[in-house]
């Protein structure tokens, strides 16, 4: 009797440190994105981009309501912010000298509402690297006018630029 006890109180502390998003990715445990504009967590995550002007974001859980097997829970971090003109600059610069044009896809609705209005976005496969040092997987795209980066990724941690 004691070793299911022992057992239990294992698989209880297991499902917790493996199941829950942390409070600070703004991930919301029904899969939906509840928009923040706090820019701590993104300062923390993507240091690169200096303490953002603006900042509306939102953490989206992506296995949310999976509760069959504990495990990992993977964080959806998404947002648009608006740099310094210091910060937007390296942002450029990595960028490098051919972007591509690209729409982004995807995108939860409450966070479009929040692009600059006639953005045109362009990426690169550099940028990307040079941001998530190719420890997460993540995609970024700069509006050059108006100074604004749109994030998205998952399971950012923080870089070491």
């Not at 445990?29 to 002007?53: H, M, N, W, Y």
């Not at 609705?109 to 600059?116: A, G, H, L, R, T």
Request: hydrophobic letters at 35%; proline letters at 9%.
């Amino acid at each position: 009797m004691g070793h299911i006890r022992v057992l239990a109180a294992g698989l209880v502390v297991l499902a917790s440190l493996t199941s829950c998003a942390s409070p600070d990715d703004g991930g919301d445990e029904q899969g939906r994105c509840s928009v923040r504009s706090d820019p701590a967590p993104i300062e923390k995550r993507f240091p690169v981009l200096g303490t953002p002007e603006r900042a509306h974001w939102c953490g989206v859980v992506l296995n949310a309501g999976d509760g069959r097997v504990p495990g990992p829970t993977d964080v959806r971090l998404v947002g648009v912010v608006e740099l310094a003109p210091e910060a937007f600059a390296r942002i450029v610069e990595d960028l490098g000298e051919n972007p591509v044009a690209e729409a982004p896809k995807g995108l939860p609705d409450e966070i479009v509402k929040f692009f600059p209005g006639e953005a045109r976005w362009r990426r690169s496969d550099r940028l990307d690297r040079s941001i998530t040092q190719e420890r997460y997987s993540g995609s970024f795209h700069v509006d050059t006018a108006h100074r604004a980066v749109l994030v998205d990724c998952v399971d950012p941690v923080p870089s070491t630029h």
